[in-house]
């Protein structure tokens, strides 16, 4: 299957949409270039948030990133989930709909967290055909998020970025590159994080993430609670010279902040975009 790059989202910075900030959003629109937003929260019928995504909507390209697919769980992809995810993109027509490459379901029971798949042949054949059946439901391309872990298997024979490159060739998908995401399990397992960037071809990114990290003894934390570290942002440097220029989201879901904090962080991040000379795919 072959899907054309969308480009209604340019190749500049914008913010995760929450709750915490609609009110000020909505009075004092915020000079971003774009928002995302979790579509589970709109999955209600009628109701203040969705009247409030439609103004903001009018304003703002956006951009769905999905938290309840569980792209590599064994369970049978949930189709009701889908045709409520399908309702909302006709709705709201997001640029990217994007997901995690990860499982959070197993026998029909959830969990509130996003669990790493082992990289292998037979994992990598199973998600493949589950991104395939959602994009045939939802009529469009989606874009895979790499996650943190804070485990690995071992039965894992292919290193990340490959297993991600495969995914977006076989499917046709799109990548959702959370840098803050590399640089956390780079960190933790002792990684060369340029590593997952040299694996993946320059044309699968469609998307960047950047978010912060806690410290809990020796380990990194991926809680989005933070500004992006000084360490993300070398590695947002590189990304962008290797990659050219992407749309990149300022992710915050913990500890949040004044808007104008958010603002700031697209501001950095729109410094670097705009300081590179290569042409965005």
């Known amino acids: 299957m072959s899907f054309q790059f969308p480009a209604p989202i340019p190749a500049q910075a914008g913010i995760g949409l929450r709750s915490h900030h609609f009110r000020e959003i909505l009075e004092a629109p915020p000079p971003v270039a774009w928002m995302e937003t979790h579509p589970e929260n709109y999955f209600g019928e009628g109701g203040a948030p969705l009247r409030i995504l439609e103004r903001i909507r009018a304003r703002y390209p956006l951009s769905f990133h999905g938290v309840g697919l569980s792209l590599g769980s064994t369970d049978p992809v949930d189709h009701a989930h889908l045709d409520k995810l399908k309702s909302l993109i006709d709705r709201f027509e ?88 590399v640089y956390v399990n780079a960190v933790n397992f002792h990684l060369d994080p340029l590593d997952v960037l040299r694996a993946i071809p320059a044309q699968a990114v469609w998307e960047i993430h950047l978010a912060g990290f806690d410290r809990v003894g020796r380990w990194l934390v991926d ?59």
């Open 223 to 281: 809680t989005h609670g933070q500004v992006v570290y000084p360490e993300v942002w070398s590695l947002y440097q590189w990304a962008i010279d290797h990659f050219g220029p992407r749309p990149t989201l300022i992710e915050w879901d913990t500890n949040m902040p004044p808007l104008v904090v958010l603002v700031d962080q697209a501001k950095q991040a729109g410094a670097i975009l705009g300081g590179c000379h290569a042409a965005a795919l």
């Open 94 to 181: 997001p640029a990217f709909v994007s997901e995690h490459l990860s499982w959070c379901s197993v026998g029909g029971r959830f969990f509130n967290d996003l669990l790493p798949l082992p990289y292998t042949p037979e994992s990598l054949d199973h998600v493949c055909s589950r991104i395939e059946e959602v994009q045939d439901a939802l009529k469009r391309p989606l874009l895979i998020e790499n996650i943190t872990r804070y485990l690995t298997w071992r039965d894992s024979t292919v290193p990340e970025g490959e297993f991600m490159a495969k995914a977006a060739q076989r499917t046709g998908c799109g990548i959702l590159l959370d840098l803050n995401n």
